[in-house]
């Protein structure tokens, strides 16, 4: 195996914002809780951030719609509290940075890089509606490739940065291209595509009806890239649905939304899709 596959989290990754600070998923972790569980955490930002105003989901047939705003108690407060913790508990922990510009990106992994039991960063430079997250603009593949550059330049080469995409067809390809030659490890593709709750205001859909959506983009990247390792995200759910990323060509998948609806769906697919670990030699007389 390359050492850039062997820097790689499992088959299965909790995503991003979807597994809380870690500790709600204790309870339905299975009997090894959170020991050697690849968890995103919810993207963190430089300051505290409260979130969005008004009711942040809502449930749409197939999936739901979005409008969280991010909200973390910032690198400061998470650096002290929610990291160790899980750190603690065993996870492999991959944390999700945001910046609202480019130096805020390197601030974060230059002290994430100095940070205990961090496994490597995911970049999310794939939100449905930066700029009205008060997000860095990255909706050209160009700038979102130099936010990864920067980070990589601040993170140590011997950890993943993986460059979290978002699920656009038409640009995919572009955006993983960009953020491959800036220094990205893998791909996640993708996030929750950009849609609208039913008054009008901006959200993101995430949920088994964006994984066709998602499956498109993986194969094209994968496809065209075939040396970049690609994750897959998007309406994961069960193991038919995470198979049909792997057989797309990911190396493995993240589940979000389905965290929501029953928080056992990561123990059930690790349990799936993890080698069984080989039976104990036996014991000589
Ligand atoms: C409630 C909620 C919160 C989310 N928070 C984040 C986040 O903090 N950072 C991020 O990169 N993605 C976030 N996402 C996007 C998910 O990580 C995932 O990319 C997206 O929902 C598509 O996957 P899914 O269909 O399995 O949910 C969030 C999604 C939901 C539903």
């Not at 922990?93 to 945001?98: E, I, M």
């Given at each position: 195996m390359s050492t850039s596959l062997r820097m790689l989290p499992g088959p299965v990754m909790v995503a991003a914002g979807c597994g809380g600070t870690g500790r709600e998923l204790l309870p339905f972790a299975?009997?090894?809780?959170?020991?050697?569980l690849d968890l995103v955490t919810r993207s963190i930002t430089l300051d505290p951030r409260s979130g969005g105003t008004g009711p942040r989901v809502e449930e749409v047939s197939g999936g739901l719609v979005n409008a969280v705003g991010l909200p973390n108690p910032g690198l400061e407060h998470f650096l002290a509290t929610e990291l160790p913790w899980l750190v603690r508990a065993g996870a492999r922990v991959f944390v999700s940075v945001a910046g609202a510009t480019m130096g805020e990106y390197a601030d974060l992994a230059r002290r994430l890089s100095r940070a205990p039991g961090v496994a490597g960063l995911e970049v999310n430079?794939?939100?449905?509606d930066e700029a009205g997250a008060g997000?860095?603009?990255?909706?050209e593949p160009y700038h979102a490739a130099s936010v990864i550059a920067a980070v990589r330049r601040e993170f140590p080469s011997d950890r993943p940065v993986l460059a979290k995409l978002r699920p656009d067809v038409s640009r995919v390809l572009e955006g993983a291209r960009a953020c491959h030659e800036a220094g990205a490890t893998a791909v996640v593709v993708g996030n929750a595509v950009p849609a609208a709750f039913r008054d009008g205001r901006a959200g993101g859909l995430s949920g088994p009806a964006v994984s066709p959506v998602a499956l498109r983009c993986v194969a094209e990247v994968h496809h065209a890239l075939p040396a970049l390792p690609v994750i897959g995200c998007g309406g994961v759910h069960d193991l038919a649905s995470a198979r049909s990323f792997l057989d797309a060509g990911a190396v493995g998948v993240q589940v979000g939304t389905a965290l929501l609806h029953d928080p056992t769906t990561v123990a059930r697919l690790r349990a799936d899709l993890l080698p069984a670990a080989p039976p104990p030699p036996e014991e000589t007389p």
């Amino acid at each position: 195996m390359s050492t850039s596959l062997r820097m790689l989290p499992g088959p299965v990754m909790v995503a991003a914002g979807c597994g809380g600070t870690g500790r709600e998923l204790l309870p339905f972790a299975g009997p090894t809780g959170l020991e050697g569980l690849d968890l995103v955490t919810r993207s963190i930002t430089l300051d505290p951030r409260s979130g969005g105003t008004g009711p942040r989901v809502e449930e749409v047939s197939g999936g739901l719609v979005n409008a969280v705003g991010l909200p973390n108690p910032g690198l400061e407060h998470f650096l002290a509290t929610e990291l160790p913790w899980l750190v603690r508990a065993g996870a492999r922990v991959f944390v999700s940075v945001a910046g609202a510009t480019m130096g805020e990106y390197a601030d974060l992994a230059r002290r994430l890089s100095r940070a205990p039991g961090v496994a490597g960063l995911e970049v999310n430079v794939g939100a449905p509606d930066e700029a009205g997250a008060g997000l860095f603009e990255v909706r050209e593949p160009y700038h979102a490739a130099s936010v990864i550059a920067a980070v990589r330049r601040e993170f140590p080469s011997d950890r993943p940065v993986l460059a979290k995409l978002r699920p656009d067809v038409s640009r995919v390809l572009e955006g993983a291209r960009a953020c491959h030659e800036a220094g990205a490890t893998a791909v996640v593709v993708g996030n929750a595509v950009p849609a609208a709750f039913r008054d009008g205001r901006a959200g993101g859909l995430s949920g088994p009806a964006v994984s066709p959506v998602a499956l498109r983009c993986v194969a094209e990247v994968h496809h065209a890239l075939p040396a970049l390792p690609v994750i897959g995200c998007g309406g994961v759910h069960d193991l038919a649905s995470a198979r049909s990323f792997l057989d797309a060509g990911a190396v493995g998948v993240q589940v979000g939304t389905a965290l929501l609806h029953d928080p056992t769906t990561v123990a059930r697919l690790r349990a799936d899709l993890l080698p069984a670990a080989p039976p104990p030699p036996e014991e000589t007389p």
